[in-house]
């Protein structure tokens, strides 16, 4: 079964620090993986997806099929990026399109 | 811009009592979905709608479960006899299409069993 795994539950910066949010899956096919982001008090929404290869709101998100990871990440946090942070997988293979979900990453920027 | 929306924001309901979370997903939307996200814990797959029946289900997803899609706009979802366990935030999802459509979330029922 496919699982994905997000490491740190919080990750605290300053603004204007570098941003990584980690995401490693386990998957038998070829996934097809997405980063998706609550803001407080606002529903999930699809920040990137990976096939897709663009950048959103400075985000980039690239697919390592070697190391089975899909960080998050972003030169320069700014204080509207602090939300949830969830990684999604959803299968490629076989019957159903549902989104296998990571744990979340809460990102705090400091100002 | 479209969205879909959810009702109650809150239900509160006795253990061993039968509630309905209901759903509005985006009009033009093919593919309906309930996922869960019980405190402190991951978003969870429940089920998937399509073309007025269950396209896929998960483990969490038993008899004391159903959905339904009972007019046009509504999908609902229905929990028979709640447990404590059942506790948990019910998001709702439409997308419109199978494999490249993205999965557009309702704000979210928060389900509490007392």
């Known amino acids: 079964a496919q699982r994905v795994t997000q490491p740190e539950k919080l990750l605290s910066v300053f603004k204007g620090a570098p941003v990584e949010l980690k995401c490693n899956y386990s998957?038998?096919?070829?996934?097809?993986l997405f980063w998706y982001v609550q803001y407080s008090r606002q529903r999930l929404q699809l920040l990137l997806r990976?096939?897709s290869r663009e950048s959103i709101k400075g985000f980039t998100a690239d697919l390592n099929k070697g190391e089975t990871s899909f960080h998050l990440k972003k030169p320069f946090a700014q204080e509207e990026d602090s939300a949830m942070y969830y990684c999604a997988l959803r299968k490629t293979m076989g019957a159903g399109n549902m989104l296998t979900f990571g744990g979340g990453t809460r990102l705090m920027v400091k100002p | 811009e479209p969205e879909v929306t959810q009702t109650p924001s809150h239900q509160v309901t006795q253990m061993g009592q039968e509630v309905i979370l209901r759903c509005v997903p985006i009009s033009n939307h093919l593919y309906f979905y309930w996922y869960r996200q019980i405190l402190g814990q991951k978003v969870e797959f429940l089920v998937s709608f399509y073309n007025n029946e269950i396209s896929e289900k998960s483990e969490i997803f038993d008899d004391q479960f159903s959905v339904e899609r009972p007019d046009g706009s509504n999908f609902t979802l229905k929990i028979r006899s709640t447990k404590l366990e059942d506790s948990a935030m019910y998001f709702c999802?439409?997308?419109?299409?199978?494999?490249?459509?993205?999965?557009?979330f309702g704000q979210g029922t928060r389900l509490t069993v007392v």
């Open positions: 990976h096939i």
């Open positions: 998957y038998s096919g070829s996934p097809e």
């Open positions: 999802a439409s997308s419109e299409a199978l494999w490249a459509g993205e999965a557009f």
